[in-house]
């Protein structure tokens, strides 16, 4: 059973989070302040450093927790047939974006200066590759276009999944790599004047996707 203790440093590790992540939604990350955290949530800021020491480590906690809520949403698609599980995933990938466009953009979007995520970021963005790893994992020979050197470096990414090898782990990762510049663009508003609403541009990525990696008529 949770304790009184641990419920009242719960929720108010709840509340530092919230307050920080409107922060950075105002200032973006290079702007979080711990003290501006501190009065928004009425504490010294003495008191924050009792729940994060640093600021880098508040960092860490928000990056770690929208990690968690995209690979969360990815888990709820339902769809088996790899085409469309691939076409589903990269929906729900680009609608938690579009309704979480400050969390996307600090797990995505441009480093926060001075700071080096640390490594145990590293399994929570994995968590966030692992279904489309997967996904891939059933289509057809990789492109002929992926280089030996790549394949070799993919080897580790490639034990996610059975059937994946170091030559499709690739072909995945360029994919997975092309949406997320996608979604970058058209929450940046680059697709303005030419590809905005970008559902049909979106549409036609997912469709040459599943082509590219063999995954229609897929079993």
Not at 12 to 33: D, F, K, P, V, W
Not at 102 to 116: A, C, D, K
């Amino acid at each position: 059973m949770v304790g009184v203790r641990e419920q009242s440093r719960a929720r108010t590790t709840a509340a530092i989070l919230a307050a920080a992540r409107a922060e950075i939604a105002e200032h973006g990350g290079g702007g979080l302040s711990m003290r501006a955290v501190a009065r928004e949530v009425g504490m010294v800021s003495s008191a924050v450093y009792r729940y994060f020491p640093t600021r880098e480590a508040l960092l860490t906690a928000m990056i770690l927790e929208s990690y968690e809520g995209l690979a969360s949403a990815l888990g709820e698609v339902g769809a088996r047939r790899p085409d469309r599980r691939w076409v589903a995933l990269g929906r729900a990938l680009r609608d938690w974006a579009l309704g979480r466009p400050h969390e996307f953009q600090l797990i995505y979007g441009t480093p926060v200066p001075g700071y080096v995520a640390p490594p145990e970021t590293v399994p929570a963005a994995a968590a966030v590759a692992a279904p489309f790893l997967e996904v891939g994992a059933k289509g057809a020979e990789a492109p002929p276009f992926v280089r030996p050197a790549l394949v070799a470096q993919m080897a580790t990414v490639s034990d996610v999944s059975d059937g994946l090898t170091g030559a499709r782990a690739a072909a995945v990762i360029a994919e997975l790599a092309a949406l997320v510049g996608a979604v970058t663009l058209e929450l940046g508003g680059h697709l303005v004047g030419s590809a905005d609403p970008a559902d049909e541009f979106f549409a036609a990525l997912l469709e040459r996707q599943v082509d590219t990696l063999g995954l229609a008529g897929a079993g």
